[in-house]
Structures are given as C-alpha cells and as structure tokens.
C-alpha cells in the first residue's frame, strides 16, 4: 500500500540544523510531489515547501527560504528536509505529505507521514 | 496569524448538519478551485477529505461536501457522528509566489 515512513524524533539546541527522511513506498516517487508541513504544539498547520522528487526542484515558503533545504535520494525513494539555524519556536511535528495529482504541486496532500517531532531546547 | 480564516470551533449533535466556513481573498480560494480540506484527530496525521472544492478521494464518507462562493469555501458535515469530532483544516492554492496556505484549523465538538 502507498505510504510514508519518517523518522524517528529529534532534541536539537537551538542553533543546530536537522534533517528529516521521508521513506515512500507503494508507488512511483519520482511521480508525485512532496510537501513538508509543520505543526507547533497545540498550533494549527504551516506550510515549508515542496519538492519534485523527479527533477529536484523545490519551492519554499518565503517564511523558511534560507534555512531550509529540501532533497531526494531517487535510488531509495527517500525525501528530505533539513531545517538549519533552530530556535526554539522550530519545536513541532514535521510531516511529509504526497501531493494529490501526478506532477503537480498544488492539488492538495493525499497521503501523510506519521510526523516526526523536532525539539529544540537547550 | 493564518492566511485563511477559520472559525475556532463549531458544534453539533448528532444527526445534524454543521458547515465550516474558510475565508480567503481572491489571491487564493477566489483564484482558484483547489481548495483542500484535512481531518485531524489528536496525535494523528492530517487526513484529505475534500480536494479541488468538492471532490471526495476514494474511501471518503458521503456525508462530507465541500462548495466555494466567491473568496470563501465551506466544508458541511451531514448525519454527524460522534467519529467526526476532530480538527478540520482548510487549504488553498495561492499562486506561484506564496504557493499554499492553511487556514487556521476549527475544532468541531459533536455534543
């Protein structure tokens, strides 16, 4: 079955980067685009970004653009997210998300990660 | 502050019908028809319930609908059941530059 499988949680102090897989399976990686979507405690959700796991091209959140970094390993149909310059408002749930239509970016996310929790505290 | 404006909570009972309102303006939800809407129960990944304004993915209940007018889209909920008590989040395309936006979420209390 389609899925996305993240990794596990993270502690990071405050200054520190961290990056997130995303391990896809049950369908073609390189056919959908990957959003990453975050959710501070008790918070609603923020939008990071997109990847085209097929090209390798990324479109960030103007909010995050120069402290996140989006990549893929095709070979292992592997997302990732590297979030650098952590503070401590960055503690969330990070979760990967396929995007609805083949190709497309904009469609909606119709298949989500368990989330990953990120801490930063020092 | 979320670029789309949700109602903090709604609520129901059983059997009735509610509606979400999300309310955006006409660089995102009046622009364009892909509007999304996502279930969340606590601890748990978002799921899809309505994308491109109306559309129900496989698996969906019919009770679910979503409609747009102008810069505001809705999500109804009929035949409440005590399952559908959760967070629910609107999300529209916003164009090239801002991209995608979320609404605020809205916690729906079935009574």
């Known amino acids: 079955q389609v899925q996305l499988v993240q990794s596990g949680a993270e502690v990071k102090k405050p200054g520190a980067s961290v990056k997130v897989s995303c391990k896809a399976s049950?369908?073609?990686?390189?056919?959908?685009?990957m959003h990453w979507v975050r959710q501070a405690p008790g918070q609603g959700l923020e939008w990071m970004g997109w990847?085209?796991?097929?090209?390798?091209?990324?479109n960030y959140a103007q909010k995050f653009q120069g402290r996140v970094t989006m990549t893929r390993d095709t070979s292992i149909s592997t997302a990732y997210m590297e979030l650098s310059r952590l503070r401590s408002d960055d503690t969330a749930v990070y979760y990967c998300?396929?995007?609805?239509?083949?190709?497309?970016?904009?469609?909606?996310?119709?298949?989500w990660g368990q989330g990953t929790t990120v801490t930063v505290s020092s | 502050q979320s670029a789309l404006t949700q109602p903090a909570s709604v609520s129901g009972s059983p059997g009735q019908s509610i509606t979400i309102s999300c309310t955006g303006t006409?660089?995102?939800?009046?622009?364009?028809?892909?509007v999304s809407w996502y279930q969340q129960h606590p601890g748990k990944a978002p799921k899809l319930m309505i994308y491109e304004v109306s559309k129900r993915p496989s698996g969906v209940s019919n009770r679910f609908s979503g409609s747009k007018s102008g810069n505001t889209a809705s999500l109804t909920i009929s035949g409440l059941q005590a399952e559908d008590e959760a967070d629910y989040y609107c999300?529209?395309?916003?164009?090239?530059?801002?991209?995608?936006?979320f609404g605020g979420g809205t916690k729906l209390t079935v009574l």
């Open positions: 006409s660089s995102d939800v009046g622009s364009y028809n892909l």
């Open positions: 999300c529209s395309y916003a164009g090239s530059s801002t991209y995608v936006v």
């Open positions: 998300a396929r995007d609805l239509w083949p190709g497309r970016g904009d469609y909606g996310m119709d298949v």
């Open positions: 990847i085209n796991p097929n090209s390798g091209g990324t």
């Open positions: 049950g369908y073609t990686f390189t056919g959908y685009y």
